[in-house]
Nanobody, 124 residues
Framework: QVQLVESGGGLVQAGGSLRLSCAASSRTFSNYAMGWFRQSPGKERRFVAS????????NYADSVKGRFTISRDNAKTTVTLQMNSLKPEDTAVYYC?????????????????WGQGTQVTVSS
């Protein structure tokens, strides 16, 4: 069982930055690939970024490439999403997810555990 708790969301102006963190409760955190997804009202949950259990392999949605960076600290059992050059279309609830195994995935159904989400609002 892995419990995930996101933090760091908030309101920011377009062009600004936010740093989301996800704290995991598992002692075997390093056995999990991690991902971030987001969901806007009336829309399905969409992939944002993911990385492998060592952090050596990362994937990004085209819409965030060059602006967002995902990273992890296995010693602290945390995963971070640094978001720069934010746009109003980045507004959503952001979810952290854990997938048992080394390989990251862009598919939500491949993740076993989810956090409760944190709201990110970007004003124009």
């Amino acid at each position: 069982q892995v419990q995930l708790v996101e933090s760091g969301g908030g309101l920011v102006q377009a062009g600004g930055s936010l740093r989301l963190s996800c704290a995991a409760s598992s002692r075997t955190f390093s056995n999990y690939a991690m991902g971030w997804f987001r969901q806007s009202p009336g829309k399905e949950r969409r992939f944002v970024a993911s990385l492998s259990w060592t952090g050596g392999i990362t994937n990004y949605a085209d819409s965030v490439k060059g602006r967002f960076t995902i990273s992890r600290d296995n010693a602290k059992t945390t995963v971070t999403l640094q978001m720069n050059s934010l746009k109003p279309e980045d507004t959503a609830v952001y979810y952290c997810a854990a997938r048992f195994g080394r390989d990251p995935s862009t598919w939500a159904e491949n993740y076993n555990y989810w956090g409760q989400g944190t709201q990110v609002t970007v004003s124009s």
